[in-house]
């Protein structure tokens, strides 16, 4: 077993099962060496979607708690794309994050937060990337948050 299935093994992390696509996209993507995960929206550990408005129907440890969820499925996509191998990712390049949250919200960095610290957490040195984080008026279903990710592979 490899060093990052033990990582996972040992944070008791039970990766979710990639979902398909709903709309007219697909879910990841290798160009080069690049892989671009589409925007994952969140879903809890019971296929049930996270949604509502931080700052209004959710706080940020709520909000924070999506963004990881986020994180999950952006790594199960990952390891689908990479035939189950998640040691094929060099690095985790970028993370795009978007918070469905009140106007007057400020504290977006602190909720995709959660889907940088557990990709940092699964990946380890190489979870390390670059990031946005947005605020939005809406996301697709009524979803709390949404994150999209690059990775480079070896």
């Not at 990639?18 to 990841?28: D, F, I, N, R």
């Not at 889907?115 to 009524?142: C, F, Q, Y």
Request: glycine share 10%; charged share 25%; net charge positive.
């Amino acid at each position: 077993m490899d060093d990052i299935e033990n990582r996972i093994k040992s944070l008791n992390i039970v990766l979710p099962k990639p979902k398909a696509p709903v709309g007219a996209y697909v879910a990841t993507k290798i160009v080069g060496r690049l892989l671009f995960i589409s925007g994952q929206v969140s879903i809890d550990k019971n296929s049930k979607l996270i949604s509502g408005k931080i700052g209004k129907e959710l706080n940020n440890d709520e909000g924070y708690k999506a963004a990881e969820r986020c994180g999950l499925s952006i790594v199960a996509h990952a390891k689908n794309a990479c035939g189950g191998d998640l040691n094929k990712i060099k690095s985790c390049v970028k993370l795009t994050g978007y918070v469905n949250s009140t106007n007057d919200f400020k504290d977006q960095p602190k909720i995709i937060n959660g889907a940088s610290d557990i990709i940092a957490k699964i990946l380890g040195k190489k979870g390390e990337h670059t990031r946005a984080a947005v605020s939005v008026n809406s996301l697709p279903l009524g979803v709390a948050v949404e994150v999209d990710a690059i990775f480079e592979l070896n």
